[in-house]
Nanobody
Framework: QVQLVESGGGLVQAGGSLRLSCAASVSGSIFNVNRMGWYRQVPGKQRELVAT???????NYADSVKGRFTISRDNVKNTVHLQMNSLKPEDTAVYYCNGIAVDTTTLRQYLYWGQGTQVTVSS
């Protein structure tokens, strides 16, 4: 199984920066998290993709954050980071870490979610 623990959320003024971190603890037949990423959600709206990164380093960003956010990971520690610069009030949301891993015994793919961390950007 995989457990995801998020940290780094908080309050920041527009134009400021925050760095989110998500540590994945693996156990059993899971040794690596193939893809890790961040999604965000505001009340009454659908959860949306922010950024993802594979174990090979391939990244994907939402158009709304491209050029401002940077996702990175440590494959050994199975930790993913999201550096958020030039934050805007519209970035305010609950940010969720997720991960996709393959069980090496069953060769089945599993999706995991963190509890979420609040990011609030004031104007």
């Amino acid at each position: 199984q995989v457990q995801l623990v998020e940290s780094g959320g908080g309050l920041v003024q527009a134009g400021g920066s925050l760095r989110l971190s998500c540590a994945a603890s693996v156990s059993g037949s899971i040794f690596n998290v193939n893809r890790m990423g961040w999604y965000r959600q505001v009340p009454g709206k659908q959860r949306e993709l922010v950024a993802t990164i594979t174990s090979g380093g391939s990244t994907n960003y939402a158009d709304s954050v491209k050029g401002r956010f940077t996702i990175s990971r440590d494959n050994v520690k199975n930790t993913v980071h999201l550096q958020m610069n030039s934050l805007k009030p519209e970035d305010t949301a609950v940010y969720y870490c997720n991960g996709i891993a393959v069980d090496t015994t069953t060769l089945r793919q599993y999706l995991y979610w963190g509890q979420g961390t609040q990011v609030t950007v004031s104007s």
